[in-house]
């Protein structure tokens, strides 16, 4: 079937000058500060798909590894465009936990037990991985404040409290699973640099 020309030119348009004078919109038409907590969570998920695309680039040797990364890129933009959304924002937006509670299963079970703490760096990939791991964290603390300001406003049904909860509780689980990503980056462990405490005791 022939696409139309509006399905082909999508986003032909990048400057629109709407946001001019510091303000954006939502797609259900409400229009917001770009100093707004729902502007800066969209800004932190961008960032962190830019993240997650530099971390791709490192992993063309790990076909298993930029397969995950790839499809929590589209995750990622799926949590921004139902925050994009507003008050049109639906459940089925949201990526599925279960999927990744059970990739984060399978590959911990492939690991051998963490006796220490780990420092980030290692690789470049595995240095990447950890950047990734605390932009998650940086999205996930945003995301559990737009949460309380939807309940303080009160504008928040059920559903909807409900559904704000998950996409943050996406984001905490997510941030497990880059540093579960960062160790199957090496699973022998010969570029991993662990913390090790020091005795000053004298």
Known sequence: MARSDNE???????VTRTGDRGETGLADGRRLAKDALTIELLGELDELNAR????????????????????QQ??????GGFVAMGDMAAASQLPSLE?????????NRDLPPLKEFILPGGT???????????A???????????????????????????ERRALAAYLNRLSDAWFVFARLLDR???YTVYW?????SG
């Open 74 to 79: 589209q995750a990622v933009f799926d949590l």
């Open 52 to 71: 997650l695309g530099s971390l791709s680039v490192s992993l063309t040797a790990e076909p298993d590894g930029l397969g995950f990364v790839r499809e």
């Open 8 to 14: 082909r030119n999508r986003l032909s348009r990048v």
């Open 136 to 162: 998650t964290r940086r999205a996930e603390r945003l995301a559990w404040s737009w949460c309380q300001e939807g309940n303080q406003e009160g504008n928040q049904e059920g559903d909807q409290a409900d």
């Open 99 to 107: 999927r990744l509670d059970a990739w984060i299963e399978a590959g």
């Open 188 to 190: 022998d462990g010969q």
């Open 124 to 134: 470049e990939a595995m240095a990447r991985a950890h950047l990734v791991r605390t």
């Open 196 to 200: 090790r405490g020091t005795d000053v």
